[in-house]
């Protein structure tokens, strides 16, 4: 009997359908396991709430807000809540199979889960930015805990959100949980090099990508989209290998110094100002012009569908390293193909901070931390390990290194599936 499509996604699909574009991609090598690849395109559990708060002025507005959990057969749910105002169910349900395969394809004991609220946090005051998030957290709280389902930063969060959500539930359940988020402030609970986690995972992978084909990272160039936290961090890790930073792109424009960038310096620069437009150690750059660099790295480090078909052609990098979740379009990935563009796919690229927020979690559990020097090397060993089995399994099917990866996740999660069998 066919299994009835879902239906709650409306005629646009949105990422979610990438996700599945890509689940398909994956099916003809997953051999035995084929059978069972319909479970990745159905999340466990959507939770849909209403977010009602108190605003500085004595008003009540209502944001929605999202919490799912995609796949829990490999463990508790794991990933990252957002705010943003374009946040949408589709989005959320593709971040978090995202979160599902990037676990599994990192070995971590993880699920995928992800969460958001569609709201502009520019637009709250901190007072406002609390209280929406406390009101989040107890919406979601009937899915949350250590060994259920553990948030982390993303989009327009950070260390400040997960405190606030450490606190409400631990208030909720009368103790103190500090394993019910990771990403959190280092006083309570948080681990040493989690904050760049993520962007140093990006140099990792990259750099283990530019070893197989015989590039040098000292020297080349670097081309970055996007330089908040992930952004940032790569940038800084490629700097401090000799690679020059030549253009980065943001929401509020691009720049562009053939000569490079001090990537601290522009930090500080985006601290004060709020983006790199007017950076005065560069040029201004027209937004579309930042795609046709000649480099080679091209670091998309913003949000999702970011290269498609439109612009894909115009890349003339050697690598593209996904900092962003979702940043190429499947109709892209086949022209980057084409032309020779070796992608290294967010799935593996990104997964250095839920790897440091795995770290974390074990930490809380045992109450026992890591130096980060340990935690760095750590993150390194994982994530060398898990790009050469995705680079073997590549090799040995003549396949892309992002469907390699799926087919490496999607056996494990199927396979778990598999031995736990159906209940009842």
């Not at 983006?275 to 579309?288: D, F, H, I, Q, T």
């Not at 090397?377 to 994530?383: D, F, G, P, Q, T």
């Amino acid at each position: 009997m066919k299994s009835e499509p879902l239906s709650y996604l409306g005629k646009d699909g949105g990422p979610w359908e990438i996700f599945t574009e890509q689940v398909d991609r994956v099916i003809p090598y997953l051999g035995r396991l084929a059978p069972l690849a319909e479970s990745l395109k159905r999340p466990k559990r959507i939770l849909i709430v209403d977010v009602p708060i108190h605003l500085d002025d004595g008003t009540v507005a209502h944001f929605e807000g999202y919490r799912v959990h995609h796949n829990t057969a490999r463990g508790p749910a794991k990933g990252g809540v957002r705010y943003h105002p374009e946040v949408t169910l589709s989005e959320v349900m593709a971040l978090a199979a995202w979160m599902t395969i990037k676990n599994a394809a990192v070995g971590l004991p993880y699920g995928g889960g992800k969460g958001g609220i569609r709201v502009d946090p520019k637009k709250l005051s901190s007072h406002e930015l609390e209280r929406l998030t406390c009101r989040y957290t107890s919406e979601i709280g009937i899915l949350l805990g250590p060994d259920r389902d553990i948030p982390a930063p993303d989009v327009n969060t950070g260390e400040r959100e997960m405190a606030w959500m450490m606190d409400t539930f631990s208030m909720n359940v009368g103790r103190t949980v500090p394993g019910v988020v990771t990403g959190k402030p280092i006083a309570l609970g948080g681990s040493l090099g989690r904050r760049d986690a993520t962007g140093r995972g990006v140099f990792v992978t990259a750099a283990a990508a530019a070893a197989k084909i015989g590039l040098p990272v000292e020297g080349s160039r670097v081309i970055l989209q996007g330089f908040g936290n992930v952004g940032s961090a790569a940038a800084r890790a490629f700097h401090d290998h000799g690679a020059r930073v030549i253009a980065v792109q943001d929401h509020t424009g691009t720049i562009y110094n053939e000569a490079g960038m001090d990537p601290y310096d522009l930090a500080r620069y985006v601290a004060e100002m709020g983006g790199v437009r007017g950076y005065p150690k560069a040029e201004p750059l027209p937004n579309a012009e930042f795609w046709a660099l000649p480099t080679e790295f091209l670091i998309p480090a913003a949000l999702e569908k970011q290269i498609t078909e439109h612009n894909a052609w115009r890349i003339q990098a050697r690598i593209v390293a996904e900092g962003a979740n979702g940043p190429t379009t499947p109709a892209a990935d086949d022209i980057l193909q084409e032309k020779g563009v070796l992608v290294v796919p967010d799935v593996i690229a990104n997964a250095g901070g839920v790897t440091v927020s795995y770290f974390e979690w074990v930490q809380d559990f045992n109450s026992y931390f890591w130096t980060e020097e340990e935690i760095n090397a750590r993150l390194e060993r994982v994530l060398r390990n898990a790009f050469e089995a995705v680079w073997q399994v590549a090799e040995e099917k003549k396949i892309s290194l992002r469907t390699a990866a799926y087919v490496v996740a999607a056996t494990r999660v199927l396979e778990a599936r598999a031995l736990r069998g159906l209940y009842p």
